[in-house]
T-cell receptor, first 114, second 113 residues
Framework: DGGITQSPKYLFRKEGQNVTLSCEQN?????MYWYRQDPGQGLRLIYY???????QKGDIAEGYSVSREKKESFPLTVTSAQKNPTAFYLC?????????????FGPGTRLTVT | AQRVTQPEKLLSVFKGAPVELKCNYS??????LFWYVQYSRQRLQLLLR??SRESIKGFTADLNKGETSFHLKKPFAQEEDSAMYYC???????????????FGQGTILTVHP
């Protein structure tokens, strides 16, 4: 089964704990993205990476961290500094250098922090 | 800064009725625009892009540069069209938004039987 996978599908954490969301892709895409989806607010970009070992902050990076040590993996850590971590998180990827801006999305992880 | 606006959070129509999901954008230059769709329990996926000028699942979207709009239309809605729809705009090459997509707030379409 090719494409982008995110795990787990549902994640529950206590307030004050850091949690890491997994995103893996076997599409050989260079760029990867993390979004947060909240009702009525659309998709907001958290972090993105256009190449291994490099990443940039998106529009709402505060309280989050990422790493890009391998081309196929882009894990997102939601830290205890994130004020409202409960949300649906989407990972996406895109091939760079083709002139195609389409992003391919994973199935998402729903994080609930209580 | 570029921006995408979808003015309707919710849109309800009856089966067989025409449907139009509105999208307006602000962008300097010649934009490329997308419509993404998210059906219940499915991942977000590309529905259509204006460059291809295709009709996908009966949907079309025309880029109107004068009105800076990219409305999604279907003449006869079906129940299976019920979903969340997002309009999206890629950042221009060479700009700070290059490689990123700016999404609208999304419109939940419900097609009633």
């Amino acid at each position: 089964d090719g494409g982008i996978t995110q795990s787990p599908k549902y994640l529950f954490r206590k307030e004050g704990q850091n949690v890491t969301l997994s995103c893996e892709q076997n599409l050989n895409h260079d760029a990867m993205y993390w979004y947060r989806q909240d009702p009525g607010q659309g998709l907001r970009l958290i972090y993105y990476s256009q190449i291994v070992n490099d990443f940039q902050k998106g529009d709402i990076a505060e309280g989050y961290s990422v790493s890009r040590e391998k081309k196929e993996s882009f894990p997102l850590t939601v830290t205890s500094a994130q004020k409202n971590p409960t949300a649906f998180y989407l990972c996406a990827s895109r091939q760079v250098g083709t002139g195609d801006y389409e992003q391919y999305f994973g199935p998402g992880t729903r994080l609930t922090v209580t | 800064a570029q921006r995408v606006t979808q003015p309707e959070k919710l849109l309800s129509v009856f089966k067989g009725a025409p449907v139009e999901l509105k999208c307006n954008y602000s962008y300097s230059g010649s934009p490329e625009l997308f419509w993404y769709v998210q059906y219940s329990r499915q991942r977000l996926q590309l529905l259509l892009r204006h460059i291809s000028r295709e009709s996908i699942k009966g949907f079309t979207a025309d880029l109107n540069k004068g009105e800076t709009s990219f409305h999604l239309k279907k003449p006869f809605a079906q129940e299976e069209d019920s979903a969340m729809y997002y309009c999206a705009l890629p950042g221009p090459a060479g700009g700070t938004s290059y490689g990123k997509l700016t999404f609208g707030q999304g419109t939940i379409l419900t097609v009633h039987p």
